[in-house]
Every structure is written in structure tokens, then in C-alpha cells.
């Protein structure tokens, strides 16, 4: 399984960015998804994630009415709509999927599979 993180860039206070995830290597699989950001010299926080089934959701509390989290199963491809955005939001975004199915809740950490990670810069 192969994880393609996209859409990264520089945009200024109040801008809005749209990420993009690509799971590949286990076609019409489903798993549970989450993004992850880690801004220099600070540890690696949970952003947002989904469960298997797309039903359920969870924010970080930072990111809590301003991002959001979705995905297309057609596709494959998960996606982070961030908007508002913050000078504090700059950091590197991974993408990250686990096959675990045994219950249909977002995980919080033990992702099995990882993207490299898209830069996000955000200007004050």
C-alpha cells in the first residue's frame, strides 16, 4: 500500500488549501484515514480522521470549524479542505491509512501506512 500526499503550498493568512491523498496497491480496500501535521521543532499532532466506513469524523481541537476531512472511494484519494488558515498551521502534512476494520472508529495513532508528506507555509 502506497500513500501520494499533494497539495501543499504557500498561501497567506486567511487562504484556503486543499490537500489531497492517493492510496494505492490494494484496489476497492477500504481503511481508516487520518492527517497528521508536525511544525518545526514540535511533535507530530493529529489533524483530522475518518473511519473505514466515512462515517465518523474527528478533529484536533486546532483545526476544530475550519478544516475538513473527506474522501472519494472511487478514487481512492482522501482530502483535507483547510480553510482560514493560520501563520500556527504551517508545518509538513502526512496522510496516513490502516486496514483495520475491526472497528469503525477514526484512529488517533497506530496508522499502519504513510505518506511523504506535503509542506503547508502560511504567511502572516
Known amino acids: 500500500v502506497q500513500l501520494q500526499a499533494s497539495g501543499g503550498g504557500l498561501v497567506q493568512a486567511g487562504g484556503s488549501l486543499r490537500l489531497s491523498c492517493t492510496v494505492s496497491?490494494?484496489?476497492?480496500?477500504?481503511?481508516?484515514q487520518g492527517w497528521f501535521r508536525q511544525a518545526p521543532g514540535k511533535e507530530r499532532e493529529l489533524v483530522a480522521a475518518?473511519?473505514?466506513?466515512?462515517?465518523?469524523?474527528l478533529y484536533g481541537d486546532s483545526v476544530k470549524g475550519r478544516f475538513t476531512i473527506f474522501r472519494e472511494f472511487t478514487n481512492n484519494t482522501l482530502y483535507l479542505q483547510m480553510n482560514s488558515l493560520k501563520a500556527e498551521d504551517t508545518a509538513v502534512y502526512y496522510c496516513?491509512?490502516?486496514?483495520?476494520?475491526?472497528?469503525?472508529?477514526?484512529?488517533?495513532?497506530?496508522?499502519?501506512?504513510w505518506g511523504q508528506g506535503t509542506l503547508v507555509t502560511v504567511s502572516s
Open positions: 496497491g490494494r484496489v476497492g480496500s477500504r481503511y481508516n
Open positions: 496516513a491509512a490502516d486496514g483495520d476494520l475491526s472497528t469503525d472508529v477514526p484512529l488517533t495513532r497506530g496508522y499502519e501506512y
Open positions: 475518518v473511519s473505514w466506513s466515512g462515517g465518523r469524523r
